[in-house]
């Protein structure tokens, strides 16, 4: 079913010194685990015909024009994503190439922007410190646009997703959506929208109706979530749709109880870099195209278009 787009709520090589100290107090509060980088996987338009690649899509020079003098005359995006997430991000089986939502749409920017894509495998939460550190020039990793994001980088959106609870099979707590989730040990990814902004705002209300708080565990990745799911340590898990829909199609241990809170998540690249200039550029007329929605089909996630490439809008 089509879900319509939500209605906005409430490095360059340049500039990375400036938003250095402030990305170090955004992640803070979160647990920052070192990068576990790999080798890039293949760049855009890959002709193996192997899965990799991605539909072709014209330079659009104008955003091409746009772009910083560095990435210009390198020719290359250093873009940061994690993995074990499929289908927004995985390798394909037996190889080191990623696949998923996140990789073809960093593609497809590349062949809209003319340049080569190289992907940096990087955990969720030490993607703005490496962003901040000219390790990466962006990362399209699903990240929520949120006003503390928002001061160290400029988001673009480029698709949309929601929330997922995933129970055990038989969803044996009874657990029919997020207000039933107040004292239950709960998984999440390290670093996510769900961790930061949801939950403290579930356990308000909680605290509000005399309940208990929830039992927060945290992640790398949400394969981890679910295995300790499936072996009783967890009530539940609460993650993107796409990835734990995806799950429960492939584990039979599992379930979803609930779908909701479908918001977009954008591009993010390094404040006042420049970058965004073109990028929102590109992207306008990405999501305008076939290649886009094949994309997004490719993985069985057309309700997850978008039609607006809206820029800084917080969720």
Do not use: W
Request: aromatic letters at 4%; glycine letters at 8%; hydrophobic letters at 40%.
């Amino acid at each position: 079913m089509k879900i319509p787009q939500a209605a906005p709520m409430k490095r360059s090589r340049r500039g990375v010194p400036a938003v250095m100290a402030t990305a170090a107090l955004l992640l803070a509060a979160t647990a920052c685990a070192p990068s576990t980088a790999s080798a890039p996987s293949t760049p855009s338009g890959d002709p193996a015909g192997n899965g990799a690649g991605v539909p072709a899509l014209a330079v659009n020079n104008a955003a091409a024009q746009l772009l910083p003098e560095p990435i210009r005359a390198t020719k290359v995006l250093r873009v940061a994503i994690p993995t074990n997430e499929p289908p927004t991000q995985f390798y394909r089986e037996g190889t080191q190439d990623m696949t998923g939502t996140n990789p073809d749409i960093a593609r497809l920017l590349g062949e809209a922007l003319g340049v080569k894509v190289e992907i940096q495998v990087a955990n969720f939460d030490s993607i703005i410190p490496g962003i901040a550190a000219g390790r990466y020039d962006m990362t399209v990793s699903s990240m929520t646009p949120t006003e503390k994001r928002m001061e160290v980088l400029d988001f673009v959106d480029y698709m949309q997703m929601g929330n997922s609870i995933a129970v055990a099979k038989g969803n044996p707590q009874g657990i029919a959506d997020q207000h039933a989730l107040c004292g239950r040990k709960l998984g999440l990814l390290t670093g996510s929208y769900q961790l930061t902004v949801n939950v403290p705002e579930y356990d308000e209300a909680c605290t509000a109706a005399g309940k208990d708080t929830i039992q927060r565990s945290e992640f790398q990745d949400t394969r981890q979530a679910i295995s300790a799911l499936t072996s009783g340590r967890l009530d539940a898990v609460l993650a993107d749709s796409p990835i734990l829909n995806f799950a429960a199609t492939q584990n039979p241990q599992i379930e979803i109880a609930a779908k909701y809170d479908f918001t977009p998540v954008g591009v993010g690249m390094p404040k006042d870099s420049g970058l965004v200039k073109s990028v929102s550029a590109a992207l306008s007329g990405v999501i305008k195209s076939d290649s886009y929605l094949k994309v997004l089909g490719k993985y069985g996630l057309e309700s997850s278009a978008i039609t607006d490439a809206r820029v800084n809008f917080a969720q």
